[in-house]
């Protein structure tokens, strides 16, 4: 099998989606090693060196175990690895129902128009923001989302004055997410109710069923 039909993959397991509008559905996870980006509450450091290779066929007969269309490749940053627009294109061809977890840093240009993106923005409270792409805004679809992590109301204000100066909430859902354990979910959610924002407070479903691990 030739070098560009393989993954460096940290994990693959099968939970709940806990994030998203698919949030709560049976879901197939695979997670890649590998990240350009150093969040200051990143809950998977661990992808981001940890991993072994795995050719696309084999992950395709790992996931065939499961019951369920619905698969997210997340990481560590998937993008990293160029392959990985090939492997999610061989993915939806197979019928699965794809998503990606992307954190803004890399075009999402040459993703299959089939895959539905969950493009982070990076705020300033996350050590990353100069890292954003902001050429991605004019590439994501309708059924596509946004997902901005929250570390205090500064990014949050941030947060709305990207959302109303793009105009984001007329072309797709854009998620809030609180950093978990850091910010108190009532606090968003006041702020989001005082400015009448209109976006989807987003908890981390998988965090409050089995709390900060591995392979959930």
């Avoid at 509450?41 to 991993?51: I, N």
């Avoid at 240009?109 to 792409?133: C, F, M, Y």
Wanted: some cysteine; proline content about 4%; overall charge neutral.
């Amino acid at each position: 099998m030739p070098i560009s039909e393989s993954l460096k993959i940290n994990e693959i397991f099968y939970s709940l989606q806990g994030e998203s509008t698919r949030i709560g559905l049976p879901t197939i996870f695979i997670r890649t090693t590998g990240c350009p980006m150093r969040c200051v509450y990143c809950d998977t450091a661990y992808a981001f060196h940890d991993g072994k290779n795995y050719t696309f066929q084999q992950i395709f007969e790992e996931i065939k175990q499961y019951d369920t269309q619905f698969v997210t490749v997340t990481g560590g940053e998937p993008l990293a690895q160029k392959v990985c627009f090939d492997f999610i294109r061989q993915l939806s061809n197979l019928n699965y129902k794809v998503s990606i977890e992307t954190g803004g840093a890399v075009s999402i240009k040459n993703i299959d128009p089939r895959v539905k993106v969950i493009l982070d923005i990076k705020t300033p409270g996350s050590g990353e923001a100069e890292h954003n792409d902001w050429d991605n805004l004019s590439l994501i679809k309708s059924n596509d989302e946004i997902k901005i992590v929250i570390t205090d109301e500064k990014d949050y204000k941030w947060a709305k004055e990207i959302i109303l100066n793009e105009n984001l909430m007329k072309k797709r859902t854009i998620l809030l997410s609180p950093v978990h354990g850091e910010v108190d979910p009532e606090l968003l959610a006041s702020w989001i109710l005082r400015d009448r924002l209109p976006v989807r407070l987003q908890l981390q479903l998988h965090k409050i069923i089995w709390g900060n691990k591995k392979g959930v």
